[in-house]
């Protein structure tokens, strides 16, 4: 149940090797369970490699091999039990339902107080309702700072108030690596509370550069940067965008997922939180965002929404955001990739029926005179927000996913390899806009009927894919 490994599931007939669930290499979360649609699971909570070798899985001392029926549902219901947090998941309401918006696209380097109640407004005046609004990289005076940059932010206080007045929530973005020549850097130091290799400093490569890093292990540490987060929601910050934390980049003697699973438990601590990176958190209160795809259709950016969505939910994350529309690869913004309207609004089809759907880039920038297409499908969005609600209480308690592959509600009919479309629940099965140029697609629905725009349907039939509407069929 690995996120980033959605587009190579199922590991079916016929393939052959290697599956790591341990030292996390994704820059996505890690859960480190097999479940099969046959009913089994396999797993560790420290993590394990499965290695397949035609008809049989090797794995090391200590994996947990489990049957709990003959499906896939029943072996996730299994894992839900005996593997998941037990607890409620208990998120910000707007994460379990609703759309949010981020900085990190419109101004990527050079965020300011002012652009950012620029666009705060800017949304409303395109007819967007208010929401989450998070605040990313580069508004803090340096990594491993929580304090504001006061060149670019005057008047923080002024800033939360403008935007709670506004509507908004506001989260910040910030992660655990702290710049040598940051104001913590010396007092983490001298504390104790940094990575070590060997008798010097851990020098962390990360995506900004090269970094000390808090080790999270520590528990002074670990009350020191939640006390800091503290003082924010008290100056009027409502949670934090808890980006960083990828195992990847730990050594072994850091204890790679450890880190990233403290990591994720410290967003865990306020409702309003988004993680990209963490290990065995199932069923945690954490809100979940797929990694950064690129502006492109095929592998890395369209191809990989709803494969890694599906199999982020087998983990025990039900609520989570699929990126945000259009991609969040930042070197497409740096490096001038022109931004199409095909892209973003499949990207906009795909994620339309996810717990929480979120935007950065202004969408008129990229659609013109094309934002009806866009405000009709926000407008199919909420005729179906009743019953996301109503599955999101319950996969708050259970651990359902919203999102469910075909497999999941309909075993053994053949629908293990479908990643193309997906059930909203046990209801609804939606067939979005995935590949270049679709204007149709061959659709073989489950057994029994169903109902498509208001005709009984079953068995086999080309559906005709709109631009301005996903495809819906009703479960009768």
Known sequence: AVSSYGVRMPFGDGFTGEVRLKNNPTPNQMEPLIISSKGRSLYKKDGFTAVFKEDVIETEEGVIEARSGDTLREAFLYCAENYFNKARIDIAEEFMCGISYNTWMHAPVDITEDKTVKYAKELLELGFEPGVLMIDDKWSDDYGSLVFDENKFPNPKRLFDTLHELGFKVMLWFCPFVSFDSRNYELYREKGWLLMEGDDIFPLKWWN??????????????????????????????????????????????????????WARLASLFPYNEVRADFCTGGYSIFERLCDKKHTWGEGGIDDILPDALALGLGGHPFFAPDMVGGGEVNDIINGVSLRKDIFIAHAQIGLFMPN????????????????????????????????KQLAEESAVTKLPMLRLLEFEFPNQGFEEEKEMFMLGSKYLAVPISKENETAKKVRLPEGEWLFEGNRVSGEMTVSLRNDRVAVFERL
């Open 209 to 262: 550069g090269t970094s000390a890093c808090i080790d999270l292990r520590i528990p002074e540490a670990y009350e020191h940067l939640r006390n800091e987060m503290e003082k924010l929601v008290e100056l009027g910050a409502d949670g934090f965008k808890m980006d960083g934390g990828d195992a990847q980049f730990y050594k072994e003697e850091h204890e790679p997922d450890r880190q990233s699973h403290l």
């Open 357 to 388: 759907l979120q935007f950065s880039i202004l969408p008129d920038r990229v659609l013109g005179e094309d934002m009806s297409i866009l405000r009709s499908l926000l407008k199919q969005r909420k005729e179906y927000t009743a019953y996301m």
